[in-house]
């Protein structure tokens, strides 16, 4: 089963800038594996933020954008609330199966 | 507005039975592919399962392959995961996720 990469945490300034990366163990991250980011706050369920590496739902705020970057799927907030402090997950599909990476504790400080 | 609702959960005996749903609501439940995730609380997601529109084809990973089975009722708007020979390791909060929307989660326990 593949291995899904992301950085444990990341701290940006309020107004900042921030790429959250999402790497597989199988190489290059591709629109194939339709990359998927997912934002949940503490005691809260998570929330779709990005599909298919940058097709964004209407709730998504404008201030996060999904690509594909160095070989990774990237997620990049510009703007960051403190409201934007949460944990943000990855999924990648791997021919119909999924995994999700590790996690990334984002905090706005 | 769409709304998933999972129920089912609890507490149950290692090597028991459980039975998952998740009710769906203000979208048009057979269009979507629909996942089960589950979290140990305090840990990441982990995803478990996938089930496509109209219930032909299903997916799952490794660890719950053979012991959990996904399926659907499209009339009903409901998507279950029936699991059996549980282990203590499937102690989570279990997510039914599809149409970009996620449930709340419903918490299995296995313990004796």
């Known amino acids: 089963q593949a291995v899904v990469t992301q950085e444990p945490s990341l701290t940006v300034s309020p107004g900042g800038t921030v790429t959250l990366t999402c790497g597989s163990s199988t190489g290059t991250v591709t629109s194939g594996h339709y990359p998927y980011w997912c934002q949940q706050k503490p005691g809260q369920a998570p929330r779709t933020l990005i599909h298919?590496?940058?097709r964004k739902q209407s709730w998504t705020p404008a201030r996060f954008s999904g690509s594909l970057l160095g070989g990774k799927a990237a997620l990049t907030l510009s703007g960051a609330q403190p409201e934007d402090e949460a944990d943000y997950y990855c999924l990648l599909s791997y021919s119909g199966t999924f995994v999700f990476g590790g996690g990334t504790k984002l905090t706005v400080l | 507005e769409a709304q998933l609702v999972e129920s089912g959960g609890g507490l149950v005996q290692p090597g028991g039975s459980l039975r998952l749903s998740c009710a769906a609501s203000?979208?048009?439940?057979?269009?979507?592919?629909i996942h089960w995730v589950r979290q140990v609380p305090g840990k990441g997601l982990a995803w478990v399962s996938v089930i496509n529109p109209d219930g032909s084809a299903t997916n799952y990973a490794d660890s719950v392959k053979g012991r959990f089975t996904i399926s659907r009722d499209n009339a009903k708007n409901t998507l279950y995961l029936q699991m059996n020979s549980l282990r203590a390791d499937d102690t989570a909060l279990y997510y039914c996720?599809?149409?970009?929307?996620w449930g709340q989660g419903t918490l299995v326990t296995v313990s004796s």
């Open positions: 996720a599809g149409g970009y929307r």
């Open positions: 298919d590496t940058n």
């Open positions: 203000g979208l048009t439940f057979s269009d979507y592919w």
